[in-house]
């Protein structure tokens, strides 16, 4: 599988999953179905696919009334004689949202599917097909892996602006053939208003699409629902779902800003004060709108380990669910930490045992940056860094545990890729620069926004030793899209040589920086 720097196969797809979208199906349900007419289901969220493996993956769709989830796989567009995979039943209790796992596909191949939509009591009155493609993640090394990542979407109040486009970024995105996605968190921001109109400073008027479930923070099942589909009237982000998988995980404003479990807000915004609700209600809706193969299950989480081939293995990390409170962070103990001592134990469970050239860390939130909450109006830490170079304290424990781990059992090619921060940079991170040192050297890289403000960098921490290599930010606080700093990061991987290349690219896939990893180095 040679990739492209350039559209190719899916900038051909783009143009043809409408006109796909139209096709007759031959048989369905043991009958000939007619076309999408009134009273018949209507999946117009589009299709998304989701935790893709060599041989499995999930794909989502929403309808707008009670309907059979019915997919038809096949290695080409024309479907003959397709495979066909009986789904759930949607309906009011999932917001009539929906997954169905194909198993038992070929590895490294493209799978072209559509999503049928029957009327629960007569199935031969169905909905028109909805189509999509993915790639299966390869067997062989030598096919390579390209993926892209980034984060935070639609926040603090810039949403889909129809005179820019909308969220061109996944346009750019899926211009360069990933194998899949990663969002690193704030895939939408529950408490952030969206505003028909905002004034730029420079008296320009930003325009929003707006809805009602936008129009307040998300407090409701339905205001959480609303704010995963407010994201999905956009063009480019359903076009991107409908060709490009996704790994997602969650960060804050999923519930609310910078959030912990037991808390207790004083925002005057909210009626619902009780953080451990809201987040129930917006973990229900996250996993009703993402195919994730870990969190419809009893007893479901987001962190989740996922192979993609001999080359990479991704694990996805969740610092929200089981962190403990934010706090200036000078403790000397800290049993709980940013991960608790479950998803810590599992981390260093699957490290170890993963056999994959190389292992990304995705961690939604940043290492050694930075990040305060001075939202109570304390010096309390949203993030690992708490600002004191010095020994690892608070959940600098915790991460200095992991490392230690990393180091001692030789771990080999582990790289950390985060959002949240909204720009983009590289940190390396060395012992003979640290407080602590009893690790191998890694890097962490960031960024993003995909779709929100941009943010002036964050100081760094030296009890890790990191070394901010490259930095994009702007000097001001919350730039509007409008005025750039939108990015998103590549790595590719290449199936001979087995290097991994970053490149840190903005909106229009400009790339500013490069950095080339050698296969087989404990840490990296």
């Known amino acids: 599988m040679a990739h492209s720097p350039f559209p190719g ?28 007419r009134s009273g018949r289901p209507r999946a117009g969220w589009g299709v ?31 479907f003959r004689n397709p495979r066909r995979w009986h789904g759930p039943l949607l309906g009011p ?36 097909p909805v189509t999509g493609t993915f790639r299966t993640a390869s067997a062989k090394r030598r096919d390579g892996v390209r993926f892209v990542w980034s984060g935070d979407l639609a926040g603090q109040g810039w949403g889909i602006n129809p005179d820019l486009g909308g969220y061109r970024i996944y346009d750019t995105m899926a211009g360069l053939d990933p194998d899949f996605f990663l969002c690193s968190g704030d895939n939408v921001y529950a408490d952030g208003p969206i505003a028909p109109t905002v004034t730029l400073p420079d008296g320009r008027i930003w325009r929003n699409v707006t809805t009602e479930e936008k129009s307040k923070v998300a407090e409701t ?14 063009d480019n982000l359903r076009a991107f779902n409908a060709q490009v998988p996704s790994v997602v995980q969650w ?24 953080v451990d609700v809201l987040a129930a209600r917006a973990r229900q809706a996250f996993s009703e709108y993402f195919p994730i193969s870990t969190l419809r299950r009893p007893g479901g989480r987001v962190h989740r380990a996922l192979h993609h081939g001999p080359l990479l293995d991704v694990f996805v990390l969740d610092m929200r669910t089981h962190r403990n409170a934010n706090s200036p962070g000078g403790q000397s103990t800290d049993p709980v930490g940013i991960l608790g001592r479950e998803q810590l134990e599992w981390l260093k469970r699957e490290l170890s ?57 030789r771990i ?67 730039v509007s899209p409008a005025e750039g700093y939108q990015f998103f990061g590549e790595v590719d991987i290449d199936g001979g040589s087995g290097e991994l290349t970053v490149r840190l690219r ?9 950095q080339v990893l050698q296969p087989g180095r404990v840490g990296q």
């Not at 196969?9 to 006109?19: N, P």
């Not at 009893?438 to 960031?446: A, L, M, N, R």
């Not at 960024?447 to 002036?456: H, I």
């Not at 903005?506 to 490069?514: A, N, S």
């Open 9 to 36: 196969r899916r900038g051909v797809l783009r143009g043809s999953l409408a006109a796909s979208a139209a096709l007759t199906l031959p048989t369905a349900l043991g009958a000939a179905p007619a076309f999408a």
């Open 48 to 78: 998304q696919t989701g935790d893709v493996t060599t041989d499995s993956g999930l794909v989502w769709v929403r309808s707008d009334r009670p309907a059979r989830m019915i997919v038809e796989t096949s290695a080409t567009e024309s």
């Open 93 to 128: 209790g999932s917001d009539f949202t929906g997954t169905t796992r194909l198993r038992g596909l070929p590895p490294g191949e493209q799978i072209h599917y559509r999503v049928l939509l029957a009327d629960p009591d007569d199935p031969r009155r169905t909905g028109e």
């Open 221 to 234: 099942l339905a205001e959480f629902r609303g704010n995963f589909r407010y994201n999905l009237l956009d």
């Open 251 to 274: 960060d804050d404003h999923e519930v609310t800003n910078n959030w912990y479990p037991g808390e207790i807000l004083g925002d005057g915004r909210y009626t619902e004060k009780s």
């Open 353 to 409: 045992r993963s056999r994959a050239v190389w292992k990304v860390i995705a961690s939604d939130m940043p290492i050694g940056l930075v990040v305060p909450d001075t939202g109570d109006g304390l010096p309390n830490i949203e993030a690992v860094a708490q600002g004191d170079p010095g020994v690892p304290l608070g959940r600098e424990l915790q991460i200095a545990e992991l490392l230690r781990f990393v180091k001692h059992r």
């Open 412 to 478: 080999t090619g582990t790289v950390w890729l985060t959002a949240d921060v909204h720009y983009t940079s590289a940190q390396h991170y060395q012992p003979s620069r640290a407080a602590f040192t009893d690790f191998e050297p890694f890097w962490e890289f960031v960024s993003g926004p995909l779709n929100a403000g941009a943010f002036p960098a964050n100081a760094l921490d030296g009890t890790f030793g990191p070394e901010r290599v490259f930095l994009k930010a702007p000097t001001v606080a919350n």
């Open 506 to 514: 903005e909106q229009d896939g400009t790339v500013l920086f490069t």
